[in-house]
């Protein structure tokens, strides 16, 4: 009868280590990653009106496009901003690109309207390879323009003062460059309007 016993347990044990034991769950479910198709990027080309070194343009972000991921723009490569601050770019992305001569400096300003949550950053790409987030592996440089704040907990930020108002600035020496300019909504933004201001002056 022992031998009988001892043999049945063995067997279930067996069968324990063969087709596992479910464990009991702990913590949230792991959400499952779906392949997100991005959709086609629209950029505005921009040229300043003849004998001014300043233009202006109206712009909202339902016209642009929300990004399949903000990846790029961490990469060392790219040094655009990092990934504690996705949640300030992870809405509507317009973009506008603009030529930027030789011997130069340009100043990008964005004046959101209606107190929304607007950002800016403009990539500076050579004249020939001008790619567009989220297929960015590179750029010359990258300058980013958003609310400086950190958070202390999870229930505390600690922020600057912020007038809402972004600004970027690029100096040129000898070479032309192609200026990717984008405007996006923070936390989810995918509607507002902003002024879009570039000025160029010789240097």
């Given at each position: 009868?022992?031998?009988?016993?001892?043999?049945?347990?063995?067997?279930?044990?067996?069968?324990?280590?063969?087709?596992?034991?479910?464990?009991?769950?702990?913590g949230e479910k792991t959400r499952t990653r779906t392949n997100t198709t991005q959709k086609p990027i629209k950029v505005i080309p921009?040229?300043?009106?003849?004998?001014?070194?300043?233009?202006?343009?109206?712009?909202?972000?339902?016209?642009?496009?929300?990004?399949?991921?903000?990846?790029?723009?961490?990469?060392?490569?790219?040094?655009?901003?990092?990934?504690?601050?996705?949640?300030?770019?992870?809405?509507?992305?317009?973009?506008?690109?603009?030529?930027?001569?030789?011997?130069?400096?340009?100043?990008?300003?964005?004046?959101?309207?209606?107190?929304?949550?607007?950002?800016?950053?403009?990539?500076?790409?050579?004249?020939?390879?001008?790619?567009?987030?989220?297929?960015?592996?590179?750029?010359?440089?990258?300058?980013?323009?958003?609310?400086?704040?950190?958070?202390?907990?999870?229930?505390?930020?600690?922020?600057?003062?912020?007038?809402?108002?972004?600004?970027?600035?690029?100096?040129?020496?000898?070479?032309?460059?192609?200026?990717?300019?984008?405007?996006?909504?923070?936390?989810?933004?995918?509607?507002?309007?902003?002024?879009?201001?570039?000025?160029?002056?010789?240097?």
């Amino acid at each position: 009868m022992r031998l009988v016993i001892s043999t049945m347990m063995a067997i279930l044990a067996l069968s324990v280590f063969s087709f596992g034991q479910t464990m009991t769950p702990v913590g949230e479910k792991t959400r499952t990653r779906t392949n997100t198709t991005q959709k086609p990027i629209k950029v505005i080309p921009l040229k300043l009106p003849a004998g001014y070194n300043a233009g202006q343009v109206k712009g909202n972000l339902k016209n642009g496009t929300r990004l399949s991921t903000l990846r790029w723009a961490e990469r060392s490569s790219v040094a655009c901003f990092p990934g504690t601050r996705f949640e300030m770019f992870n809405g509507n992305h317009v973009f506008y690109r603009i030529t930027m001569p030789p011997a130069s400096s340009l100043k990008v300003t964005v004046i959101p309207k209606n107190g929304k949550k607007i950002n800016l950053y403009a990539l500076r790409q050579g004249m020939r390879r001008q790619s567009v987030p989220p297929n960015v592996q590179s750029a010359i440089s990258c300058e980013a323009s958003y609310p400086i704040y950190a958070n202390v907990s999870r229930t505390r930020r600690v922020s600057n003062r912020d007038n809402g108002i972004r600004k970027v600035s690029y100096i040129s020496i000898r070479s032309a460059y192609s200026i990717l300019i984008g405007v996006a909504g923070a936390n989810g933004l995918s509607e507002g309007d902003f002024d879009l201001k570039v000025e160029i002056k010789s240097r």
